[in-house]
T-cell receptor
């Protein structure tokens, strides 16, 4: 079965510093990987996805993610963190089949200090 | 505004009540989903509908009953719930029914916060 793991419950970073939120995956076949963000009292919002092609994927709000097949990782990155980036971040993998059913990780809370 | 609207945003109910959560999508999608979000747990996929047919039911207790009358609407009927059912219930939609278009993202509503007393 497809799965993703987010090893960190929380990541703390100072504003202006680079940030990384980690995700590793386990899939059979080609992985379709996603990052979503959830702001307080809101639903999940799509950030970016990897389907095929370049290993560095660019998404919304200046975020990017690097697909690494040998390490089975898909870490989310941003060169310079903003306080407004503070939110819950979810990594997800498509589970196959005829719909876009996604399997999500447990989420990582990103806290950006001013 | 994601194009997916959930009502009510907050619901408090007793264990013997019957209530329903509603989801409506304005995106022309043909697949809809119910997810349950509990603190410190992965999002749990509950039900998937594709072209108004239920294609997945992930061992969800029968006290949760989904209904998809058309491709734009999805309901979750609730009865005799337990306190551990308290959670944020998220509805999502996507373009991708049987046959293709399955690499697109999910669009989520803002969720219905359910508290069972």
């Amino acid at each position: 079965a497809q799965s993703v793991a987010q090893p960190e419950d929380q990541v703390n970073v100072a504003e202006g510093n680079p940030l990384t939120v980690k995700c590793t995956y386990s899939v059979s076949g080609n992985p379709y990987l996603f990052w979503y963000v959830q702001y307080p009292n809101r639903g999940l919002q799509f950030l970016l996805k990897y389907i095929t092609g370049d290993n560095l994927v660019k998404g919304s709000y200046g975020f990017e993610a690097e697909f690494n097949k040998s390490q089975t990782s898909f870490h989310l990155k941003k060169p310079s963190a903003l306080v407004s980036d503070s939110a819950l971040y979810f990594c997800a993998v498509r589970d196959g089949g005829a719909t876009n059913k996604l399997i999500f990780g447990t989420g990582t809370l990103l806290a950006v200090q001013p | 505004e994601t194009g997916v609207t959930q009502t009510p945003r907050h619901l408090v109910m007793g264990m013997t009540n019957k209530k329903s959560l509603k989801c409506e999508q304005h995106l022309g999608h043909n697949a809809m989903y119910w997810y349950k979000q509990s603190a410190k747990k992965p999002l749990e996929l509950m039900f998937v509908y594709s072209l108004e047919e239920r294609v997945e039911n992930n061992s969800v207790p029968s006290r949760f009953s989904p209904e998809c009358p058309n491709s734009s609407h999805l309901f979750l009927h609730l009865h005799t719930l337990q306190p551990e059912d308290s959670a944020l219930y998220l509805c999502a939609s996507s373009q991708g029914g049987t046959g293709g278009g399955v690499t697109g993202e999910l669009f989520f509503g803002e969720g219905s916060r359910l508290t069972v007393l």
